[in-house]
């Protein structure tokens, strides 16, 4: 069975951090592209940033800007995503997703950039 788990989400004061993890399963990891999007209310979901199945190669959205950064431990069947300066624009909901043989998606994170 596969299985995406989202998880590290919260909330943060402007400016703050957090580290989102995604753990997988049921699926060969280490062959898969791994992305993580967001969604904010009333919004389309958009991509984050991605990541090559070996971690060699990585791509980020422009609103980005060097705050975030997404790495993965594939011996742990897992990906980040570390975001910096956070600003309340980036609250959200944030999925990962795998794509490969097969594409998934993780059920979420909630993250909330308030003071």
């Known amino acids: 069975q596969v299985q995406l788990v989202e998880s590290g989400g919260g909330l943060v004061q402007p400016g703050g951090s957090l580290r989102l993890s995604c753990a997988a399963s049921?699926?060969?990891?280490?062959?898969?592209?791994m992305t993580w999007y967001r969604q904010a209310p009333g919004k389309e979901r958009e991509l984050v940033a991605g990541i090559s199945s070996g971690g060699g190669s990585t791509n980020y959205a422009s609103f980005v800007k060097g705050r975030f950064t997404i790495s993965r431990a594939n011996a742990k069947n897992t990906v980040y995503l570390q975001l910096n300066s956070l600003k309340p624009e980036d609250t959200a909901v944030y999925y990962c997703?795998?794509?490969?043989?097969?594409?998934?998606w993780g059920q979420g994170t909630q993250v909330t950039v308030s003071s």
């Open positions: 049921g699926f060969t990891f280490s062959s898969y592209r």
């Open positions: 997703h795998a794509q490969g043989w097969g594409r998934y």
